[in-house]
């Protein structure tokens, strides 16, 4: 150990690097961990965090105008940005502490400035410190990518703009078909903004099930958000009012703000990887093993920077196997199937497990089963909004291999149904859980005809 300055160098204190930080210290290794940003990384400071804070406030629209067929007089609401974006920051910044002083607690030394990799085991500051380290955890996470390069890309914004935006777009126009688009398209459509969302393929979310992706869509639209797919930003042209946006087909859309959620890429580029040895993958995140560990034996990497599944909890959980494995002993390797996942989008979304597409290529019979319904609460409101509920059974072996929703709390539904999936409870136990009434989960136990039958036996 002599050789060495610290047990353990983390490169990035977002969810991935500072839990590895913590356990690997609290397992009793010396550990640094450097960040050029803000300490808490994309969930804590432009991702997860923020954007839950957004969906609350856009949410209160509805709200307010449910309440009334509940006998409640609401006077005008109004609204103010800046209020919220002023409050939204005074959290992060809470969180951000919080995690400081954990890793503080943990005796993990915090270094505030960019870190370059020399060799496999010389990690450089930007003051040109140099410092040894026995083992190199990568968790530079990944930062967003706009796509083709088109004339007037400069005007273009992403998500880590559209958290600190001065005032609320009146109009925005929003491209891309994931997560990030969907999500802010239902946060700036709830806090009044006329939305756009311009997607290349046919229909939003691709890979989700398509039942969910069209009902999700027709609830989108019926909030008022216009979708256009098939179609792509072509050029971005500063106007007097706000921009001009020129789609695929040549339309014309004039916004205040223009918002691009094309995806994101892994935060490689400058971190030296090439002195180490290190390799990509062809996604071009790191390319590391089930333990996390690259092709470098003492450099791993863990998170968005890997590009396996971009999520926090995975994340966390990946960077929490590396520190047991690594410093306690204890080689642990994350199981990525069956990660249950939600997008806030209005309404919101809670997946697991294979989609209907999915399932009939793997299986020899597949049962589905789904229900479209009016949910209670908006009986009185009076609200045009329908609950989707889809679960997707093993003909043969009777076990739920996926489970799709889009209503409200679908993501807390979700995170339960989780552990039921994963522990492989078949339809039968499903059937034989007492529904808890009146709720609207409870028709994810009371779905008793099949909506379809695919596969052999289906065809005998
Ligand atoms: P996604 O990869 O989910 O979506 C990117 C979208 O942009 C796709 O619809 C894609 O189209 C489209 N696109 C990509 N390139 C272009 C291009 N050149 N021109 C036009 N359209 C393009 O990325 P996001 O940015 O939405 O989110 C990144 C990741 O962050 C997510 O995948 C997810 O893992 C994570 N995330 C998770 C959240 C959650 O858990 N709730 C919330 C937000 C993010 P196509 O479908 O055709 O490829």
């Given at each position: 150990m002599a050789d060495f300055d610290v047990d353990l160098f983390v490169i990035g204190a977002g969810s991935g690097g500072v839990r590895a930080a913590r356990i690997a210290a609290s397992h009793g290794a010396r550990v640094a961990i450097a960040e050029e940003?803000?300490?808490?990384?994309t969930c804590v400071i432009r991702g997860c965090v923020p954007k839950k804070l957004l969906v609350y406030a856009s949410r209160f629209a509805d709200d307010f105008e449910d309440a009334a067929g509940y006998g409640w007089h609401v006077p005008q609401a109004t609204f103010d940005w800046t209020h919220l974006i002023a409050n939204k920051d005074r959290e992060i910044a809470r969180l951000e502490a919080a995690y400081v002083a954990t890793l503080e607690r943990h005796e993990v030394e915090i270094l505030r400035t960019r870190a370059v990799l020399e060799d496999r085991h010389t990690v450089r500051l930007a003051d040109g410190r140099r410092i040894r380290a026995k083992y190199v955890l990568i968790a530079t996470g990944a930062a967003p990518s706009l796509g083709a390069d088109i004339a007037?890309?400069?005007h273009v914004i992403t998500s880590n703009e559209a958290f600190h935006l001065p005032s609320l777009p009146k109009r925005i126009l929003i491209q891309g078909g994931g997560y990030i688009a969907v999500e802010f398209a239902g946060i700036f459509n709830g806090l009044g903004s006329e939305v756009t969302l311009v997607y290349?393929?046919?229909?939003?979310?691709?890979?989700?099930d398509d039942d969910l992706r069209a009902h999700l869509r027709g609830e989108m639209e019926r909030r008022g958000i216009r979708i256009v797919t098939?179609?792509?930003?072509a050029s971005v042209d500063k106007v007097e009012h706000g921009f001009c946006t020129t789609l695929s087909d040549n339309e014309e859309v004039v916004v205040d703000q223009v918002m691009f959620a094309t995806g994101r890429k892994p935060h490689?580029?400058?971190?030296?990887l090439e002195a180490t040895g290190v390799t990509l993958a062809a996604n071009g995140g790191i390319a590391v093993d089930g333990?996390?560990?690259?092709?470098?034996?003492n450099i791993y990497a863990v998170g968005d920077v890997t590009n396996r599944v971009n999520l926090t909890p995975v994340a966390i959980r990946e960077g929490h196997a590396f520190a047991d494995t690594v410093f306690g002993g204890k080689p642990v390797r994350v199981d990525h199937a069956n990660v249950p996942t939600a997008v806030f989008s209005e309404p919101e979304c809670g997946v697991i497990g294979l989609t209907e597409a999915q399932a009939r290529q793997h299986c020899e019979r597949v049962d589905i089963y789904k229900t479209t319904f009016r949910p209670?609460?908006?009986?009185?409101?009076?609200?045009d909004t329908r609950v989707f509920m889809k679960l997707v059974v093993?003909?043969?072996?009777?076990?739920?291999l996926g489970c799709h929703i889009v209503g409200a709390d679908a993501g807390e539904m979700i995170q339960v149904l989780g552990i039921a999936v994963r522990m492989g409870a078949t339809k039968a136990d499903f059937d034989a859980t007492m529904a808890v009434h009146?709720?609207?989960?409870e028709e994810l136990v009371t779905m008793?005809?099949?909506?379809a039958s695919y596969g052999r036996a289906a065809a005998e």
């Open positions: 940003y803000r300490v808490g990384g007037g890309l400069q290349r393929g046919d229909n939003i979310l691709r890979g989700f098939r179609q792509t930003v490689v580029n400058g971190l030296g333990y996390s560990r690259t092709v470098v034996d209670m609460r908006a009986t009185l409101s009076g609200r093993d003909g043969i072996t009777d076990k739920v009146p709720t609207m989960s008793r005809e099949k909506a």
